[in-house]
């Protein structure tokens, strides 16, 4: 049995899969804390097990020695700044895990591993968006979580849930241009036929649902862009420019975040959005995680997430670029830039509704970002997914 055999195992993607998407919720109902320690042990062999296969593999491409790079980065600074936190040390691996995972199916069988990556998401998806329709109040039994919104957080924390939603409707879409497992319906309307599909449809209008249940601002913005550009692209037949989104991405990262209240134009465009202009509190954090990144711009300090001490507690910088930086220095920031900009070069060269659906789903990953810390392995799922459109594209045609 080789390494290939067991990747097209459907069973096999099952248990080295589930362990990325194990509820939150669970560590926070007492009756289930030691389910969840438990699964933790579970993500931690099907991690191991991924190392094993992809060494088997005997090759390492250029994306996924990019993501080392970051990861070893992050890992050199938590060691040098003597992080005792074991999450500082084990988050990394899922991040290095899951792409690994996603390219070896691609050479194995591409379409099982993300259609299985996608029923999982689904089924949590939907059970988390029935669960909070029934206890809008939150569950009686989770008496270890004091909030009330989203009450079983099946798929992250407040607006961290939006990330599972991404990778959900990205890989839906993902499916839907390769045709693979999903029923589509042809209307005749006038002399026009209309084709609908059903499932980006349901699963497109949840997503929605969630966010607006949640009540985050930022997700129902990034998960509404996602659909709003994977729909025009559809409706115009066309792809979308990248460069001008990239360039509307760190022009907003520059004049908004690192400028902020030196710049008059933060109020004029905070009234625009309904928001206040410190995009509730956020402004102070990222003052705060500037004068952090002045300290230790070589190495950062270490791979925490919550560094910066302020309102009697510890937060996150609330932004992807600045708590790289943060966590990994300027370095590993920007090796992080030099991924996305390789990953959106070669994008760019594909003509091909894969590729495009594959860049505007990682574009919206980091619009998230621009609100949000930390880097979520699901991400790099889609940033794998490029050796596949390069591999698509030049399939011969019959």
Not at 125 to 132: A, E, K, R, S
Not at 232 to 248: C, D, E, G
Request: proline share 4%; charged share 10%; aromatic share 14%.
């Amino acid at each position: 049995m080789t390494w290939r055999t067991l990747v097209q195992n459907k069973p096999v993607l099952y248990f080295l899969l589930i362990p990325f998407f194990i509820p939150y919720s669970l560590k926070y109902i007492p009756s289930l804390t030691k389910v969840y320690e438990l699964t933790s042990f579970w993500k931690l062999g099907a991690v191991m097990l991924i190392f094993f296969l992809y060494l088997l593999r005997g090759k390492i491409s250029v994306i996924i020695s990019m993501i080392w790079a970051i990861n070893l980065l992050l890992l050199s600074s938590s060691v040098f700044n003597g992080l005792s936190d074991l999450n500082a040390y084990t988050d990394l691996l899922p991040a290095l895990a899951l792409p690994m995972l996603v390219e070896l199916g691609i050479e194995a069988d591409v379409a099982k591993i993300v259609h299985v990556t996608f029923v999982i998401l689904a089924t949590l998806t939907l059970v988390n968006f029935g669960l909070t329709l029934l206890y809008p109040q939150g569950l009686p039994f989770a008496s270890l979580y004091t909030q009330i919104r989203n009450p079983l957080y099946f798929l992250g924390q407040d607006n961290g849930i939006v990330y599972n939603l991404l990778s959900l409707v990205g890989l839906n879409y993902v499916l839907a241009a390769q045709n693979y497992s999903i029923f589509k319906v042809k209307l005749l309307i006038g002399d026009y036929f209309i084709r609908l599909t059903p499932r980006i449809f349901i699963f497109n209008v949840v997503s929605i649902l969630s966010m607006l249940l949640v009540g985050s601002a930022t997700g129902l913005l990034v998960i509404s862009s996602l659909i709003i550009l994977l729909e025009l692209s559809a409706l115009a037949n066309r792809k979308h420019n990248i460069w001008p989104l990239v360039s509307f991405y760190f022009s907003f990262f520059v004049f908004i975040i690192v400028l902020g209240d030196s710049n008059p134009l933060v109020a004029d465009f905070t009234s625009l959005l309904g928001r206040d202009a410190g995009f509730t509190g956020r402004s102070l954090l990222w003052e705060q995680a500037l004068e952090l990144i002045k300290q230790k711009p070589l190495l950062g300090w270490g791979n925490d997430p919550e560094i910066i001490q302020i309102w009697g507690g510890y937060f996150s910088s609330h932004n992807q670029l600045l708590d790289i930086a943060a966590r990994g220095g300027l370095l590993t920031l920007f090796l992080y830039i030099c991924l996305h900009i390789y990953v959106f070069l070669i994008l760019g060269r594909i003509p091909t509704t894969l590729a495009n659906i594959l860049f505007i789903t990682i574009y919206c990953f980091l619009l998230g970002g621009l609100m949000e810390a930390g880097v979520r392995p699901t991400q790099y799922i889609f940033i794998a997914l490029t050796y596949y459109a390069c591999l698509d594209y030049k399939k011969p045609t019959i």
